[in-house]
């Protein structure tokens, strides 16, 4: 919602705007890949105040940045305050705190920001295109509010993870295998082609979604109906969060991956054919639901896919790399795509281009649950003997 807002108040291409972005998320990658380390030696609680402290500060450098250089230095804030404050943490959390049902109980707790996002997406689309050109100033700073305020609650609130003994039995689903280390899994080839698999996933959903309310306003239909495609996309995503988990509970990871990474597919296509019409706006709110269903490819699954491949051994450490990868993804998808609008003036042919990419990553993760599962066997094997 602020892409073409600041890109215009700043008189600016999309895709230097979009570098703050790209910042942001390497900044998130990096920190990601000592996520498992700091959150055993300094602790949930910690991080997470310290998190939200710098999510405030991200917001109030980028209402008062002057120019661009601002809001890149408000990207690298942002990538470290949600390394601490996303899905990371977040399934760190559930891992230590439940045993069964970890897939239903991950989905009840993404789903509350998709909520957030359902509420707030009309209220800040009013403020940010209101008639003053730096309205995005003032949904800055009340971000900035919610995130102190909301901060304050965690800390007083979290604590850390029980004891083992004091949780529930394993589920059948996910974690219930010892795993393998780290080290074990840098030997595995499809530990990369998963890694593949992830990164590109995340490069084309956080493009193809992140460009989808300027793509929208630019075939002519109006903000309001823009910031309505927003709506609809976070309650959807709030159902489907919870949904995909309990889905994954009852069916497993390869059905569940199977019909996201389809949705996927259909909801870019879908998203490339828009137009100014009654029914290029059918398309966009069916693109909005398929996308809803597509997204916890990002968050959801993110934790479970890291259970399911490799176990509990040392499963915040390949969290944390998955999460980073993920992200990595993040930061090169963005500026390609609006590197690509800057020259075309469209985001049609790299949409075209995503969705086989998407194909490409439903066949790849095939191959790596084929190979784990050989693994998976032997190590049981192993440990029966």
């Given at each position: 919602?602020f892409l073409?807002?600041?890109?215009e ?9 979009a570098?703050?972005?790209s910042?942001?998320?390497i900044s998130?990658a990096?920190?990601n890949?000592f996520?498992?380390v ?14 939200m ?7 109030l450098v980028n209402?008062l940045?002057k120019s661009v250089i601002?809001?890149?230095?408000g ?17 760190y959390?559930?891992k230590?705190?439940f045993r069964?049902?970890?897939?239903t109980?991950?989905?009840?707790v993404?789903c ?18 209101s008639?003053?050109?730096f ?6 700073r ?10 304050i609650?965690?800390?007083?609130l979290?604590?850390?993870?029980p004891?083992?003994?004091t949780v529930a ?8 295998w010892?795993?393998i280390?780290?080290?074990?899994a840098?030997?595995?080839?499809y ?5 593949v ?8 959903l956080?493009s ?5 309310v300027a793509?929208?306003k630019?075939q002519g239909?109006s ?6 495609v927003s709506?609809?996309?976070?309650l959807?995503?709030?159902l489907f ?10 069916k497993?990871?390869k059905v569940t ?6 949705a996927?597919?259909v909801?870019i296509?879908?998203l490339?054919?828009?137009t100014?019409?009654p ?8 693109y ?5 269903l597509a ?6 699954m ?7 491949l490799f176990g509990?051994?040392e499963?915040a450490k ?11 993804g993040y930061?090169?998808g963005p ?26 990553v439903?066949?790849g ?10 693994t998976?066997?032997?190590v ?6």
């Amino acid at each position: 919602m602020f892409l073409a807002a600041v890109s215009e108040a700043l008189g600016i291409p999309r895709s230097v705007y979009a570098v703050s972005d790209s910042l942001r998320y390497i900044s998130t990658a990096v920190t990601n890949l000592f996520f498992g380390v700091l959150v055993q030696k300094v602790g949930v609680r910690k991080l997470v105040g310290g998190a939200m402290g710098v999510l405030a500060l991200s917001c109030l450098v980028n209402s008062l940045a002057k120019s661009v250089i601002g809001f890149y230095l408000g990207g690298i804030l942002l990538g470290l305050g949600l390394t601490f404050g996303s899905t990371a943490l977040v399934g760190y959390v559930i891992k230590q705190w439940f045993r069964e049902n970890q897939g239903t109980i991950m989905g009840v707790v993404l789903c509350a920001n998709a909520l957030g996002t359902a509420v707030s997406a009309p209220v800040f689309s009013r403020i940010i295109y209101s008639g003053d050109l730096f309205g995005y100033r003032t949904a800055y700073r009340m971000t900035a509010w919610i995130l102190l305020v909301v901060g304050i609650i965690l800390v007083l609130l979290l604590r850390e993870a029980p004891k083992r003994d004091t949780v529930a039995a394993k589920s059948k689903r996910g974690s219930g295998w010892s795993g393998i280390t780290l080290q074990q899994a840098l030997g595995k080839p499809y530990f990369y082609l998963a890694c593949v698999c992830i990164f590109c996933t995340g490069a084309v959903l956080q493009s193809v979604t992140g460009v989808a309310v300027a793509h929208v306003k630019d075939q002519g239909l109006s903000a309001e109906f823009a910031a309505t495609v927003s709506s609809v996309s976070a309650l959807s995503l709030a159902l489907f969060k919870f949904l995909t988990g309990f889905m994954y509970d009852k069916k497993g990871l390869k059905v569940t991956m199977l019909i996201c990474d389809c949705a996927a597919v259909v909801m870019i296509l879908l998203l490339s054919a828009v137009t100014n019409s009654p029914r290029g706006q059918v398309v966009a709110l069916t693109y909005a639901v398929l996308a809803a269903l597509a997204l916890p490819l990002e968050t959801v699954m993110l934790p479970l896919i890291a259970g399911d491949l490799f176990g509990e051994r040392e499963f915040a450490k390949l969290l944390g790399i998955f999460v980073s990868v993920n992200t990595a993804g993040y930061a090169v998808g963005p500026l390609l795509t609006n590197l690509c609008f800057d020259m075309v003036g469209t985001y049609r042919p790299v949409f075209l281009i995503y969705s086989a990419v998407m194909i490409a990553v439903t066949a790849g993760f095939l191959l790596v649950h084929r190979q784990v599962a050989v693994t998976r066997a032997e190590v049981e094997n192993a440990v029966l003997k």
